[in-house]
């Protein structure tokens, strides 16, 4: 007699077992990383990134602290950090080997030196059952799984087990592309994972998407379009050719335990567009453009998009923007708060491109935007940009309005010079009402808009800085 679904699939959680070679998805296995947990080895796969350093991304099955024994293969770390810096949240060197503490479930980086920098991402998910009801085809397990694509309708749940991968396949030439010439003079094709109108989708249970096989621009890994109560908790993205987990017009939706680490140009993290009621948690991202978008790519009559929670998120921002509203703004936003999250990186240039940011190129009005409790570990360039101005993003003639954003309680690392800028486009669209409050660098407040590196252009106005 078989077993039944739901307890197979609870014994795969309690470990998982190292891949096969032949069953590694994206680059292989790491030749840098080794890791071991509760006295076995644990594999690591080797990940492709922006920066091109040695990177490995292990997955680790538990609900409760762990402790693990990291090796960096033939080289001797001279430094070792653990990000972000959380209590419960450390590293002890013994020799060649490294004691990773954590304290539970999240996205943990280590970044160790040695010649040069080496980076291991470890995620932490605790073990989750698959719902009762579950269509056949929605349900993959351990293993590879080569899939054109899925489609989800009403009260339907995809389930990916924690050592299930999903790789997409490349478009057939049957398949008709959405758009047949982007910007880049790319096809696009239907997103791997999709809902159009439908109510009560989800996809759950921690399981990988590889998506190294698909040219650029080809597929969104995940999008919903008008959708109602969507919930994505535990999804792992590698190698994106475009945005990771979209929203277009969806009202009431959670995303949770959403990593991704994708190298190619425009592999957004999560992208909330015209978007009512949602909440990003708990997810980490790493991709070459924006970590946490909101946007309204669509004007009027399409919804305004409001009421967006992103908390406990951390990103390692490679080239855009980490946090923030960005560009496509052709509709009204508002009451959007950023809380609790880490910045462990950001090597964004200047321009659009900083770690927190709010940018009008259309003609839709920002308002009660808040940037709270966030912890900046590293700045290459500027910490804030809000501005109002065409891009090539933009596609209204009218420009809009920033009216009411606050940064409150800005912890920046020490060496860390903040530079906070504010240009509005003229005197009838300005940026207006932006308070800065409890602003710190290596643990002391920044007292003034002067050191806080403040510069704004006679657009905008009624800005203030508070100790």
Not at 174 to 181: G, L, M, W
Not at 263 to 271: A, F, K, L, M, V
Not at 309 to 337: C, P
């Given at each position: 007699m078989k077993a039944p679904l739901h307890l197979l699939t609870a014994l795969l959680l309690t470990v998982l077992p190292p891949l096969k070679a032949a069953d590694v998805p994206g680059r292989g296995l790491s030749a840098e990383w080794s890791v071991a947990w509760k006295g076995g080895g644990v594999s690591v796969l080797a990940v492709k990134t922006l920066r091109d350093e040695p990177t490995g991304l292990v997955r680790i099955a538990s609900g409760e602290a762990v402790s693990l024994e990291v090796t960096l293969r033939g080289r001797t770390p001279r430094s070792v950090d653990v990000l972000p810096r959380k209590p419960g949240a450390s590293s002890a060197v013994n020799g060649d080997e490294l004691l990773i503490s954590l304290?539970?479930?999240?996205?943990?980086?280590?970044?160790?030196?040695?010649n040069h920098e080496y980076v291991l991402?470890?995620?932490?998910?605790?073990?989750?059952?698959?719902?009762?009801?579950?269509?056949?085809?929605?349900?993959?397990?351990?293993?590879?799984?080569?899939?054109?694509?899925?489609?989800?309708?009403?009260?339907?749940?995809l389930w990916l087990d924690p050592a299930a991968v999903l790789r997409p396949r490349i478009p057939a030439a049957?398949?008709?592309?959405?758009?047949?010439?982007?910007?880049?003079?790319?096809?696009?094709?239907?997103?791997?994972?999709?809902a159009i109108g439908a109510k009560q989708v989800s996809i759950r249970g921690g399981g990988t998407i590889d998506?190294?096989?698909?040219?650029?621009?080809?597929?969104?890994?995940?999008?919903?379009?008008?959708?109602?109560?969507?919930?994505?908790?535990?999804?792992?993205?590698?190698?994106?050719?475009?945005?990771?987990?979209?929203?277009?017009?969806?009202?009431?939706?959670l995303?949770?335990?959403?990593?991704?680490?994708?190298?190619?140009?425009?592999?957004?993290?999560?992208?909330?567009?015209?978007s009512r009621d949602v909440i990003v948690e708990d997810c980490f991202f790493r991709t070459?453009?924006?970590?946490?978008?909101?946007?309204?790519?669509?004007?009027?009559?399409?919804?305004?998009?409001?009421?967006?929670?992103?908390?406990?998120?951390?990103?390692?921002?490679?080239?855009?923007?980490?946090?923030?509203?960005?560009?496509?703004?052709?509709?009204?936003?508002?009451?959007?708060?950023?809380?609790?999250?880490?910045?462990?990186?950001?090597?964004?240039?200047?321009?659009?491109?900083?770690?927190?940011?709010?940018?009008?190129?259309?003609?839709?009005?920002?308002?009660?935007?808040?940037?709270e409790q966030i912890r900046i570990e590293h700045c290459q360039n500027t910490l804030a940009t809000l501005w109002i101005r065409p891009d090539v993003w933009g596609k209204d003639r009218q420009r809009g309005h920033v009216n009411g954003v606050r940064f409150d309680q800005i912890e920046l690392a020490a060496g860390i010079q903040p530079r906070i800028r504010l240009e509005g486009f003229d005197d009838q669209h300005r940026?207006?009402?932006?308070?800065?409050?409890?602003?710190?660098?290596?643990?002391?407040?920044?007292?003034?808009?002067?050191?806080?590196?403040?510069?704004?252009n006679d657009f905008a106005s009624g800005i203030a800085v508070e100790p």
């Open positions: 304290p539970g479930p999240g996205t943990w980086t280590v970044v160790a030196k040695a991402h470890i995620v932490v998910q605790a073990p989750a059952k698959p719902p009762a009801i579950l269509r056949p085809e929605h349900f993959f397990g351990p293993g590879i799984h080569d899939v054109d694509t899925i489609s989800l309708r009403d009260g339907e749940a049957s398949e008709k592309p959405v758009v047949e010439k982007d910007w880049a003079g790319m096809k696009a094709w239907q997103p791997f994972i999709s998506l190294s096989g698909l040219p650029w621009h080809a597929r969104h890994a995940a999008a919903f379009c008008r959708c109602k109560n969507v919930t994505v908790d535990g999804l792992t993205i590698i190698d994106a050719p475009t945005w990771g987990v979209a929203l277009f017009q969806c009202k009431t939706a995303i949770r335990n959403v990593v991704n680490i994708s190298y190619r140009e425009n592999s957004d993290g999560i992208d909330l567009c015209n070459n453009d924006d970590g946490v978008c909101v946007k309204t790519t669509a004007p009027p009559p399409a919804s305004i998009a409001e009421n967006i929670l992103v908390r406990r998120v951390t990103v390692w921002n490679e080239r855009a923007r980490a946090l923030g509203i960005t560009s496509e703004t052709r509709n009204d936003i508002r009451n959007v708060r950023f809380t609790d999250c880490d910045v462990i990186r950001d090597y964004s240039a200047d321009g659009e491109c900083c770690a927190l940011a709010v940018l009008v190129a259309d003609r839709g009005t920002m308002s009660d935007i808040v940037f940026i207006e009402s932006v308070r800065i409050s409890g602003l710190h660098r290596g643990g002391k407040p920044i007292p003034d808009a002067s050191a806080a590196g403040v510069a704004a």
